[in-house]
């Protein structure tokens, strides 16, 4: 019965997001005609509450570089994030009237995760297999596409604009997705520009590792504890091999894990003074990349990221058989091969390979610099502008 409950009220949800939004678009079309500020509208967002990411990019630059685009942002306002990009220009509330309002009236949706422009991700996602959210479509991407997620397949998810980076996630992304021809383009994280700005590194050792379906989906904290994640991960950072080796040559660390694994922070602890365990909203992601000489991930794409500025770093795949089949299926990208450092599965390796690192001053060999800029194709601060381009061209 609880089931057939829970059902029900997911049904009428949905069926009051769905006559919200149709009541929103019946008043959009008069205000079109009454009210310029509902005429032309770029709707940019990311999980529709922060500014951090490749939307908030996207933003600053059309602020900066085409200011005569009608272009509106929705951010939460309990977060930091939306003083900030609200010194940028246009801003609108998560979740408001107003949201709601530029939501339909938007001619350009543009966002880093699958209907984050909305009110609610998760239900538009369903509405829009209707086809009822209109408007021009754009994904920017949150990372590079690595692995076959079916979530993002043609036509579970309807897209104008699918932005990737790499030739492989082109080719990848085109042939199994199954989008139509011309929607997948090759055009660069937004993010990325920002990285090649002149900024200090400081002697701190970055560990970043994603989230697990299976040690987060449905969990309590006491729950999650007894997880070989949590307990993985736990065993690193407070491991005394760890804070030995940052005394020996002098460095800092930071254990800052997904966003799907901050509501269980309070989780991890350590005595080391030389790890800081970080918060989401306390500290800023690009930040800790871009002042970090090392990172420590697992299947994270943030490793892309910290590889665009040439960075060392060391994958950490202590549930590597897991992993693969239970999280995500396999892409095309192989971390032996493709990857941009040595790939460990056990704690002791990991610390060996900490150390190589440490004790070379975090350098990156020729031979890896020259695999990064093949693999990327270029290196350079344009890829906001590129994506621009290509979202123009939607309207022509």
């Not at 090759?186 to 050792?205: M, N, S």
């Not at 950072?237 to 460095?251: A, F, M, N, Q, V």
């Not at 966003?259 to 309070?266: I, M, N, T």
């Not at 080391?272 to 909203?281: D, F, H, T, W, Y």
Request: hydrophobic share 40%; proline share 4%.
């Amino acid at each position: 019965m609880s089931d057939i409950l829970r059902k029900f009220r997911r049904g009428a949800t949905l069926l009051g997001e769905l006559i919200k939004y149709e009541a929103a678009a019946l008043c959009a079309g008069v205000l079109k005609v009454t009210n310029p500020r509902y005429r032309h509208v770029w709707l940019v967002s990311e999980r529709g509450r922060e500014a951090r990411d490749n939307g908030y990019h996207y933003f600053a630059y059309l602020r900066r570089a085409h200011p005569e685009i009608n272009a509106v942002y929705v951010a939460d306002p309990k977060l930091p994030d939306y003083d900030r990009v609200a010194q940028l220009g246009s801003v609108v509330p998560y979740r408001s009237w107003q949201h709601y309002l530029l939501c339909a009236a938007s001619e350009m949706k543009v966002s880093t995760h699958v209907s984050g422009y909305t009110p609610d991700i998760e239900r538009y996602y369903m509405l829009d297999k209707l086809h009822i959210v209109r408007g021009k479509k754009v994904f920017l991407q949150h990372g590079i596409m690595i692995d076959d997620m079916k979530w993002y397949h043609y036509p579970n998810v309807v897209m104008d604009l699918f932005v990737t980076t790499l030739q492989k996630e082109r080719d990848f992304v085109e042939s199994a997705f199954g989008y139509p021809k011309g929607v997948v383009r090759r055009l660069g994280l937004c993010r990325y520009d920002a990285l090649l700005h002149p900024h200090e590194t400081k002697r701190q050792v970055l560990f970043m590792p994603t989230w697990r379906t299976y040690a987060v989906e449905g969990k309590t904290q006491a729950e999650f504890e007894q997880t070989d994640y949590f307990q993985h991960w736990q065993a690193v950072i407070s491991d005394p091999k760890l804070e030995k080796l940052l005394t020996k040559y002098g460095y800092d660390a930071v254990f800052y894990p997904h966003f799907e694994v901050q509501r269980f922070l309070s989780a991890f602890h350590t005595e080391n003074p030389r790890v800081k365990i970080g918060a989401l909203g306390q500290m800023d992601v690009q930040t800790l990349l871009m002042e970090s000489a090392l990172l420590i991930t697992d299947f994270s794409s943030i490793q892309f990221d910290f590889a665009y500025m040439l960075k060392p770093e060391i994958y950490y795949q202590f549930d590597e058989a897991r992993y693969w089949g239970t999280h995500h299926d396999r892409g095309y990208f192989d971390y032996r091969a493709d990857g941009f450092g040595e790939v460990v599965t056990t704690q002791e390796a990991l610390l060996t390979a900490i150390e190589t690192a440490l004790a070379s001053e975090c350098a990156v060999t020729p031979e890896m610099q020259k695999h990064i800029r093949d693999t990327f194709g270029a290196l350079d601060d344009h890829n906001c502008e590129r994506n621009h381009q290509a979202i123009r061209e939607l309207m022509s």
